[in-house]
Every structure is written in C-alpha cells, then in structure tokens.
C-alpha cells in the first residue's frame, strides 16, 4: 500500500485577546478571536517527526498578544494582515498563512469611562490569507438581527400535494444576517469600509419590499456592490425566522397581524453569492 501526505495545515485556534486603551479615564476595548493558521514544506513533521519547520503555534499564540501590545489593534484586518505578514516573512518552511479573526463590541455602559456592555449578538469578522501569489481579505458580519413588520410577501410559489402554506400579501419578515464580502483592492480604512457595507445590507433590507427572502438577499448583495467598490463579491446566508400570526378565534378575538409566534425552528434558510461580473478570481480568499 501506497500512501501520500495530502493538503495539510496547522495552527492555534481562537486565541482571545483583549486590549484596553485608557486615556485617562476613558478606556477603549478591543475584543478578540484570533485563529491563525500556518502551511507550507511540513513534509517531514508528518513523516518522521522533525520539528525544525514547526513554528509551534504556543508561539503564534504569543505574537498574538505581542503585536497587540506592539502594534495595537485597529480595524482587524489591518491586524490580521500583520500576524500573516509575519509568519509568511519570517518563517522559510511557511509558505501560506490565514489569519481568521472575530470582533465583539462592547458599548459604553454609563459614562464613567470604565463600564461596558456586550453590543448585542453581532460579530464582525475577517479572513486575511497571505501566501506566494498575494494577499486576499474576505470582511463579514454575523449575528445582525433585523426585522421588516411590513411590505414582505410571499405568494406564487410551487405547490404540490405536501403544500399546506397559504399565500400572504403581508408577513413579517425576520433574519439573522451572515455576511462576508471579498476585496478585490484593499481599502484605505477598513473600517469605513466595514461600516459602509453594513449600512448598505441594512438600508437594503429596509428599503426593499419583498416578494422572497430570497429577492431581499440579492437586492442587498447588490446594494453593498453599489456602495463598496473596493468590494466584488458578496457571499449571504439568511435563515427565515418564521413568524406565525397566531389564532385567536377560540377566545372569541380576532387578530389582524398583531399577535404572533415567533418560531425558533424549523427556520428556512436561503443562502446566495452576488458578485460582479468582471470579479478577479478568488484565489484562497474564501478557504
Ligand atoms: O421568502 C421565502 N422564501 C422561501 O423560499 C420560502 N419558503 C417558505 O416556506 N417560506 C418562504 N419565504
């Protein structure tokens, strides 16, 4: 029997990291996941052991609190870009690396400075690879819940013999938005970028009235396009949060899309890419 090393890669995984700045009493936090994820001539690790193109990842978790203390953390693909730089740069037997990181906010509680508050469920994210033919960054979101009480439809869809759904002209339509979206150039300030971005899938949803959720991704796939040019594709996953206008007859009420369960699952859950037609190839951005 013949056996061969396939695709391999290694790397620490979810190192958390927190920065607080303080001007004077007034602090900033920065909040963290980090996972970092190196490959390249790690042949002889697999086959015989030899560690000598090991970059341990106990040390990649180290550069990360090292660069945060260093360098400090700004838009966190600026800081994802450092620590893949980094390793590529430094390390000979590295000859990839991807820098995958998540951000959680916190807002100011109160106004003493020093009190925060989780900013509700939503995470900001990113991808950076590095390697030899470039540098690619895919930004995102996840955990943006949002909320149209009207102008949403559905109607005019397939049926068959299991179809119990009826037709609505008026229904809430809810979703958690995931989004993450490729550069095809790099932004001067992510940041701006990250925020034009998100108010675009935001005015998208709240402008557009739906006859799908599936309508309502492309129009904000396409809104982010419009507003971003630095940005060529945009990849969303969208669940249905269901909600059932509940019946009140038995109690002798009626209930005129007021009163409503909102059903946690089974949720539908519609996913799609809109993307420029003249898109650069995507290389490793999206691994
Ligand atoms: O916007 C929707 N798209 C669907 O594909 C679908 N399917 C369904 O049952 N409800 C909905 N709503």
């Given at each position: 029997?013949?056996?061969?090393?396939?695709?391999?890669?290694y790397?620490?995984?979810?190192?958390?990291?927190?920065?607080?700045?303080?001007?004077?009493?007034?602090?900033?936090?920065?909040?963290?996941?980090?996972?970092?994820?190196?490959?390249?001539?790690?042949?002889?690790v697999?086959?015989?052991?030899?560690?000598?193109?090991?970059?341990?990842?106990?040390?990649?978790?180290?550069?990360?609190?090292?660069?945060?203390?260093?360098?400090?953390?700004?838009?966190i693909?600026?800081?994802?870009?450092?620590?893949?730089?980094?390793?590529?740069?430094?390390?000979s037997?590295?000859?990839?690396?991807?820098?995958?990181?998540?951000?959680?906010?916190?807002?100011?509680?109160?106004?003493?400075?020093?009190?925060?508050?989780?900013?509700?469920?939503?995470?900001?994210?990113?991808?950076?690879?590095?390697?030899?033919?470039?540098?690619?960054?895919?930004?995102?979101?996840?955990?943006?819940?949002?909320?149209?009480?009207?102008?949403?439809?559905?109607?005019?869809f397939a049926?068959?013999?299991?179809?119990?759904?009826?037709?609505?002209?008026?229904?809430?339509?809810?979703?958690?938005v995931?989004?993450?979206?490729?550069?095809?150039?790099?932004?001067?300030?992510?940041?701006?970028?990250?925020?034009?971005?998100?108010?675009?899938?935001?005015?998208?949803?709240?402008?557009?009235?739906?006859?799908?959720?599936?309508?309502?991704?492309?129009?904000?796939?396409s809104?982010?396009?419009?507003?971003?040019p630095?940005?060529?594709?945009?990849?969303?996953?969208l669940?249905?949060?269901?909600h059932?206008e509940?019946?009140?007859?038995?109690?002798?009420?009626?209930?005129?899309?007021?009163?409503?369960?909102?059903?946690?699952?089974?949720?539908?859950?519609?996913?799609?890419?809109?993307?420029?037609?003249?898109?650069?190839?995507?290389?490793?951005?999206?691994?």
């Open positions: 029997m013949v056996v061969v090393l396939g695709p391999n890669r790397g620490k995984a979810e190192t958390r990291v927190v920065q607080v700045t303080r001007h004077g009493d007034a602090h900033r936090v920065k909040d963290l996941n980090v996972s970092a994820t190196l490959s390249g001539d790690m042949t002889e697999h086959l015989s052991g030899d560690n000598s193109a090991v970059l341990p990842t106990d040390t990649q978790k180290n550069t990360v609190y090292a660069f945060a203390k260093k360098h400090g953390i700004g838009a693909e600026d800081f994802a870009l450092l620590l893949a730089r980094h390793f590529v740069g430094t390390q037997a590295v000859r990839h690396a991807r820098v995958a990181i998540e951000e959680y906010t916190w807002e100011r509680n109160g106004s003493n400075g020093h009190s925060f508050a989780r900013a509700g469920r939503e995470t900001r994210t990113c991808v950076a690879h590095v390697d030899g033919s470039g540098e690619r960054v895919v930004s995102g979101l996840r955990g943006l819940v949002v909320m149209n009480t009207t102008n949403s439809e559905f109607w005019g049926k068959d013999k299991y179809t119990t759904l009826t037709e609505t002209r008026d229904r809430i339509l809810a979703t958690e995931a989004a993450s979206w490729r550069h095809a150039d790099f932004p001067t300030y992510w940041d701006k970028s990250h925020e034009t971005a998100r108010w675009a899938l935001l005015a998208a949803f709240a402008d557009t009235y739906s006859l799908s959720l599936q309508q309502t991704l492309y129009a904000m796939g809104r982010v396009l419009a507003e971003c630095e940005i060529c594709e945009v990849r969303l996953s669940p249905n949060k269901h059932f509940v019946d009140l007859s038995h109690f002798g009420l009626d209930n005129d899309g007021e009163i409503f369960l909102a059903a946690d699952r089974p949720y539908g859950l519609i996913e799609g890419t809109v993307l420029r037609e003249d898109a650069p190839a995507a290389g490793p951005a999206w691994e």
